[in-house]
């Protein structure tokens, strides 16, 4: 059955991602594909994905409108889809997780559901309808799926017991710890939020949350409140640059996937387009340089850790800081 694509007169893209694809030479070709795969509705095989995921990346903004990365966790189930624009939520925010204060009614959200057993993914953007003692439903007001590279394969394994903590362990910064440090520099992984929105609020716009990857050491520290990264080829939707090219606010989790330590902050984002660090990093499209305003550290938080398969076989174009 053929699915009906973008239905509205406006571009699915808003001003930023339209600046940021005129930029990279990609904006006729980014408007034919985005017409084609982002909807104002879900498909059914990804309402399907989402209903089987036991856990998923959200992005959200607190009251000075900052974003922060969180993810959300359950069991298989914990996500349940009505219709095609409908979302509900049986789970509540990590304890200690800015997610906590960030989510009440109209708020903007943006989700990532990723599957790193099979690199799957797909992206919602929507707006929360309710919220309950048990969870939260969400409007979706943008769905689109992403491709599977740089995801590094992991297999899940859940423990129970860790799902039970009640108590924040939760420990608020303004620089990086020498801790911090070594797991943000070794890192193949990391999620971005970033967000825009105007007085017009068309549907076009919104709370995003983004998947990064690379090589171990793709991250490169810089000071005690910065770090940079490289910004490698993908759907050329550029969701991510084009939020920061109107907004440069942004947040990043990074997620110890062998301890259940989590790493959250929000600062601002630069985006680098010339320069020698630039051209010497193969496969490099652009830099983007963090500079971190508050950092939260959650350790041991997530009931999950995940044992390594492999890296993505994407890597192998790509260069390193060496």
């Not at 394969?153 to 009640?166: A, D, H, M, T, V």
Request: with cysteine; proline share 4%; aromatic share 12%.
């Amino acid at each position: 059955m053929k699915l009906d694509n973008w239905t509205r007169a406006i571009s699915p893209f808003h001003e930023g991602e339209m600046a940021i694809q005129t930029r990279a030479g990609v904006r006729q070709k980014a408007e034919v594909i985005g017409r084609r795969f982002i909807r104002d509705f879900m498909p059914d095989q990804h309402r399907e994905f989402y209903q089987q995921l036991p856990f998923i990346f959200v992005g959200s903004l607190d009251e000075q409108q900052r974003p922060w990365a969180s993810i959300l966790t359950g069991q298989a189930g914990f996500i349940y889809s009505p219709d095609n624009v409908m979302l509900n939520f049986q789970a509540k925010p990590l304890v200690g997780d800015r997610l906590q204060e960030n989510l009440s009614t109209d708020a903007n959200l943006g989700f990532l559901g990723i599957e790193l057993a099979t690199r799957r993914r797909n992206r919602i953007n929507g707006r929360v309808t309710a919220v309950t003692d048990t969870g939260f439903a969400l409007q979706v007001t943008q769905s689109f799926g992403n491709c599977p590279q740089f995801i590094q394969k992991r297999q899940l394994q859940w423990l129970p017991e860790k799902s039970k903590n009640l108590t924040s362990q939760a420990q608020v910064f303004d620089h990086f710890t020498l801790e911090m440090r070594e797991l943000i520099s070794h890192t193949d992984s990391f999620f971005i939020a970033s967000s825009f929105s105007d007085a017009k609020n068309e549907g076009n716009q919104g709370v995003d949350v983004s998947h990064r990857g690379g090589k171990p050491g793709f991250v490169k520290i810089e000071g005690d409140r910065q770090f940079i990264f490289p910004n490698f080829t993908g759907n050329n939707f550029y969701n991510t640059l084009g939020n920061i090219h109107l907004n440069n606010r942004v947040g990043v989790l990074f997620v110890d996937f062998e301890t259940g330590h989590l790493l959250s902050l929000t600062g601002t984002a630069e985006i680098i387009w010339t320069g020698e660090d630039l051209t010497n990093f193969q496969g490099a499209e652009q830099l983007i340089r963090i500079t971190a305003e508050e950092i939260i550290s959650l350790p041991e938080t997530l009931p999950y850790r995940w044992e390594f398969e492999e890296y993505s076989p994407a890597h192998e174009f790509v260069g390193d800081w060496s």
